[in-house]
């Protein structure tokens, strides 16, 4: 590690959600943030409160899927901010359906977000982290990488980024670079509003019925996976990598 690596963070998926309460803390343990998002009206808010609080924050539009977005966001982000050496790849969106009833449209779309994003995310910023030869991944997978009925595509995607995770941490640890995954359960997100939806429950019915299946009683926030994500960028974190930690109010296989 140099001696004084950049305290640069990238979050993707941060125009609200998980990715907007992790960049959040973030920048609450001293990072300068750049959040990533579609939704340039998101991201523009989250920064410009990071900022109101004395940080240092930008908010970038892209479609983490398309290479060209993608490398020109992370170049504008160590013009603007340094060099990044944490990245946080939270971008995702679901298409449900059950898989005879699944387009192709809905598997390339979530498959292409999840997987093709956090591949194109990584391989841009890794370049910052092996010359600074100190950086953190961490990529948001699910408990529904365990199966899950009407997300064939969601499921694979969040398999598919375990094994992503575990291989970052093989090539990219001589460079002092960590990789791990989090898994999280039920968190209540406009996401997961969106399922109540679809399965025609109101949301406060959805987490109660949610929250009964839960060890802990409760259904999670975006701030319970913000708290890990903050420990596994941490120094305290540097010999922890290629783990996969479910964060589910309780055990998962």
């Given at each position: 590690m140099t001696d004084s690596p950049s305290r640069v963070a990238v979050v993707t998926g941060a125009g609200r959600g998980i990715g907007a309460a992790v960049a959040a803390r973030l920048a609450d343990d001293g990072f300068a943030v750049a959040l990533l998002d579609l939704d340039e009206a998101g991201v523009k808010q989250g920064a410009e409160a990071i900022v109101a609080k004395g940080g240092k924050a930008v908010g970038v539009a892209l479609d983490v899927s398309d290479a060209e977005q993608v490398e020109a966001a992370v170049t504008r982000?160590?013009?603007?901010?340094?060099p990044p050496v944490v990245l946080i790849n939270n971008a995702g969106i679901t298409r449900d359906n059950l898989i005879f009833k699944m387009t192709e449209q809905e598997w390339d779309s979530v498959l292409d977000v999840h997987l093709k994003g956090s591949f194109l995310m990584t391989r841009a910023v890794?370049?910052?982290?092996?010359?600074?030869?100190?950086?953190?991944?961490?990529?948001?997978?699910?408990?529904?990488?365990?199966?899950?009925?009407?997300?064939?595509?969601?499921?694979?995607?969040?398999?598919?980024?375990?094994?992503?995770t575990k291989t970052l941490a093989i090539e990219l640890g001589k460079f002092n670079v960590t990789a791990?995954?989090?898994?999280?359960?039920?968190?209540?997100?406009d996401m997961t509003a969106a399922t109540a939806e679809r399965l025609g429950m109101g949301f406060e019915e959805f987490k109660a019925a949610a929250a009964t299946q839960i060890p802990v009683q409760r259904v999670g926030t975006p701030d319970d996976i913000a708290h890990l994500a903050s420990f596994l960028v941490s120094e305290g974190a540097g010999f922890i990598s290629g783990q996969v930690i479910y964060a589910a109010g309780g055990p998962k296989d």
């Open positions: 982000v160590a013009d603007e901010l340094g890794q370049k910052y982290m092996t010359q600074q030869k100190y950086g953190r991944i961490v990529n948001l997978s699910s408990t529904s990488a365990l199966g899950n009925r009407g997300q064939v595509n969601y499921s694979a995607a969040k398999a598919g980024m375990q094994g992503f791990n995954a989090i898994a999280p359960g039920f968190i209540a997100t």
